[in-house]
Structures are given as structure tokens and as C-alpha cells.
């Protein structure tokens, strides 16, 4: 399918590894030229080196003065900017109860999965709103829809994501932008591992995703392809929410 992307641009967040490179290597092959955003400068480096002509800028997405100056230098470089990737996530304390985690754990999840996404589209939105047929594509996770034990803070933050990409579709519903979300079940990759240990992986008793599979998933929502696709977006889990634990 032609997706009609090239000679786009886009920024992406958490570029330097992960789900975040892929995306950025994926939007790249169709014809894209990117803005890498990410605070690891040898992450970076790397995926630029893989991603031509790409754009990369060293920013803590958790950082507003950061984020502001970042936003613009990208927007100044690239020329405009059709798409924005949010990617950047963490995962927190895993496998600890509530009564275990500190305040300071918790706001820096949410620092990272949420408010960062705002103060990254916050920046973005004037050229968002001034390029044609322009997206936004949110990377949350199945997390926001089912809940693991000993991920509250993970699970809260990715389903406070999910509903701040449907009530920002609402608001930008006149402006032409779109914004969507892509919500994976367990993909391998380096934070993942960390929170599973690499074991898991060798012989997984579920099913395992690649960063790949899932930026296929948010180059399609980034395209003007998916022009009806609004305020919603993929639920990649190998339909594991769809299934009743009912014992029968």
C-alpha cells in the first residue's frame, strides 16, 4: 500500500532505542524525514545514523523549557512538521503494591507518559495546525485497558495517555490533525527485558511482539491513509482482552 508519505516530516520521542527507533526507521524507509527527540545523546546518534537526513535533538521530555526549545529547533530544521510520535515511556517500580512506592516514583512515571507527551504536542501544535492532513500518534500499551499485579503506577499512566489522545482529538477536530493511539501488549525490547529479565524471553509463555510489528502499526496511523481514524486507534495484544476469565 502506498501511504502516502513521502516528503512528510515528523518528530518522534524516545528515538533513541526501542519502540521509539523503530518508528523512526520505519517512518524513514516510507519517504519521511524526522526529528529524533530523546534526552540519551549516543541513542540518538545511533538511530540517526540509520534514519537519513534525520534531525536529532537531545531534550528531557519532562523538561518544559527543554521540550519548548527542542520543538521549535526541530520545527525550524525539518521546515514543518506533519506528525508527531510520542514514544518516550517508562515503566516505573514493577512488582511493588502501592503502599511501596514512594510519591516521587509515582509523579516521575507519570512525568514521563503523560505529561510529557503534553508539553512535546503542547509545543507542536502550531505547526501541527498549520500542516496539512497532520497526525498524532500515541504509544500506550494494552496497560491501559488490563492491569498486571505490581504495575499500578504503569497502568494508570497509560490509561490517563489513551484518554488524553481521545479528549485531544476532540479539541483538534477542526484544526485537521488527528490523534490516535497504538497499545501493545509485551514487545521485546531493552525495557522490557529489564523489567521481565531476559529469561522470560528465551522461552515466553506469551506472546511476544517486536518493536517493528508496532511501528508498522503507528506508520499506518501517521498516513494519510488512515484520514477516518480519530480519537481511537490499535489495540495490538494478540486479543488477549477480548477473552473471559470466566472458568468454563
Known amino acids: ?39 540519551s545523546a549516543a541513542g540518538l546518534a545511533e538511530t540517526a545514523a540509520s534514519c537519513p537526513g534525520s ?18 529547533d526541530a520545527v525550524a530544521d525539518l521546515g514543518a512538521l506533519h506528525t508527531v510520535v510520542c514514544c518516550a515511556g517508562i515503566s516505573g517500580p514493577v512488582g511493588s503494591g502501592i503502599d511501596e512506592i514512594s510519591l516521587a516514583e509515582w509523579q516521575a512515571v507519570f512525568a514521563v507518559n503523560v505529561t510529557g ?63 490516535t493511539t497504538v497499545s501493545p501488549s509485551i514487545v521485546d525490547t531493552a525495557m522490557s527485558r529489564g523489567d521481565l529479565g531476559d529469561e522470560a524471553f528465551a522461552a515466553p509463555a506469551f506472546p511476544v511482539q517486536t ?24 489495540l495490538s495484544d494478540f486479543g488477549y482482552s477480548a477473552r473471559s476469565g470466566f472458568p468454563a
Open 1 to 39: 500500500m502506498e501511504l502516502q508519505l513521502q516528503g512528510r516530516t515528523a518528530l518522534v520521542t524516545g528515538a533513541a532505542g526501542g519502540i521509539g527507533r523503530a518508528v523512526a526507521q520505519a517512518l524513514a524507509a516510507e519517504g519521511v524525514r524526522v526529528a529524533l527527540l530523546d534526552r
Open 211 to 234: 518493536a517493528e510489528e508496532i511501528a508498522a502499526h503507528v506508520v499506518y496511523l501517521a498516513s494519510p491513509r488512515a484520514r477516518a481514524v480519530n480519537g481511537s486507534g490499535i
Open 55 to 72: 534531525v536529532p535533538v537531545v531534550a528531557d521530555v519532562t523538561d518544559e523549557a527543554a521540550v519548548d526549545v527542542a520543538v521549535a
Open 117 to 179: 507527551a503534553f508539553l512535546v504536542l503542547r509545543a507542536a501544535l502550531p505547526a501541527l495546525r498549520a500542516a496539512p492532513e497532520a497526525s498524532v500518534v500515541l504509544v500506550a500499551s494494552d496497560s491501559a485497558f488490563v492491569a498486571s499485579a505490581g504495575m499500578t503506577p504503569y497502568c494508570a499512566s497509560k490509561a490517563a495517555l489513551v484518554q488524553f489522545g481521545r479528549a485531544l482529538s476532540v479539541d483538534l477536530a477542526g484544526d485537521d490533525v488527528r490523534v
